[in-house]
């Protein structure tokens, strides 16, 4: 099934400048690792050595957080969202 | 009169502190920076004139609002003070003695995760506002009820990461965040937050996604100030 990942702005430049790009998927792992398919580089900013979500970056399936839920292994349906939102901080 | 604490007197902070102190809402700010006025900011940080280079950040920006509308206003509706200071574990509580609100408008995130614990500490309600890029973000928390900064990011992440002055930002995104920060706090003020939802701007084309947050219950927020339904 296809689903749409919203790319945010400090990742495009690992999807070609894409911010929004269309991979399939019936869980939340799936979809990262087809996503690291077609964009190299892309699941290590995502995920730990461990395949683990890093500490510092969230996933949202549509507007749930997967952490709340059951992480990674969340179920995706056709037509989901899943947000990639990285932790920033700068302010000055 | 309100306690206002502003941390970080830059992209953000400066906006912010305009904002608020253009409110006509009774305030009694508390600059914080540790920093001083290059020339590199004058595009953004729009409280420093040239002749600010050099000089703490903070101290200018309480000079230069303090001047404005001196004749029209007293001490008993507006006052601004300020501490050249970097905030800490161990300066942060004293920073936030008496405080109504904090925005924390720092540009690390090592400062940005010790605000946030500080906070939750002291139940003091945090304006979490953050630019980078053409990104912008905007999150209330009111500690013990809504999520926190690790209820959304488990911690830091290792190792420096581009600060604006190094990855760039949208100078107008500065005045967007920065002016939606004071909103917020006005809002908190007011006693009708707009809390939990992670507001989101692209200011390439203007889009505006926010994300509805929940509480982390194994957050350390959590274990100190447990859910409600908990």
């Known amino acids: ?92 | 009169m309100s306690r206002v604490v502003i941390l970080g007197v830059g992209g953000l902070g400066c906006p912010a502190a305009l904002a608020l102190a253009e409110s006509g809402v009774p305030l009694d700010l508390l600059l914080i920076d540790d920093d001083v006025v290059e020339r590199s900011n004058l595009a953004r940080q729009i409280l420093f004139r040239e002749q600010d280079v050099g000089e703490p950040k903070a101290a200018a920006a309480a000079r230069r609002l303090g001047a404005m509308h001196s004749q029209a206003r007293d001490r008993a509706s507006f006052r601004v003070d300020f501490e050249n200071i970097r905030w800490s574990g161990s300066t942060g509580a004293a920073l936030l003695r008496g405080a109504d609100i904090l925005l924390d408008a720092s540009d690390n995130f090592a400062t940005r995760f010790v605000a946030n614990d500080a906070c939750i500490a002291a139940r003091v309600p945090l304006i979490h506002g953050a630019a980078l890029g053409w990104e912008g973000r905007l999150l209330t928390i009111l500690p013990g009820l809504t999520a926190c900064l690790r209820c959304l990011f488990e911690g830091p992440p290792p190792g420096p990461l581009p600060t604006c002055a190094e990855a760039g930002v949208a100078s107008p995104l500065c005045g967007v965040v920065g002016a939606a920060m004071a909103r917020a706090a006005l809002q908190v003020l007011a006693g009708k937050p707009a809390a939990g939802v992670l507001r989101r701007w692209e200011a390439r084309t203007g889009a505006e996604r926010p994300l509805t947050l929940r509480r982390d219950p194994s957050c350390a927020c959590g274990i100190l100030l447990p859910c409600p339904s908990q």
């Open chain 1, 1 to 92: 099934m296809s689903i749409t990942v919203k790319i945010p702005a400090p990742l495009r430049p690992l999807t070609a400048n894409q911010s929004e790009v269309v991979v399939e998927g019936a869980t939340v792992q799936a979809a990262v690792d087809e996503l690291s398919r077609k964009f190299p580089g892309l699941k290590e900013r995502l995920l730990d050595e461990k395949g683990a979500l890093r500490r510092y970056v969230n996933l949202f399936r549509n507007d749930e957080d997967i952490r709340g839920g059951a992480g990674l292994a969340t179920a995706l349906a056709a037509g989901d969202r899943l947000t990639i939102v990285p932790a920033i901080a700068g302010g000055r």
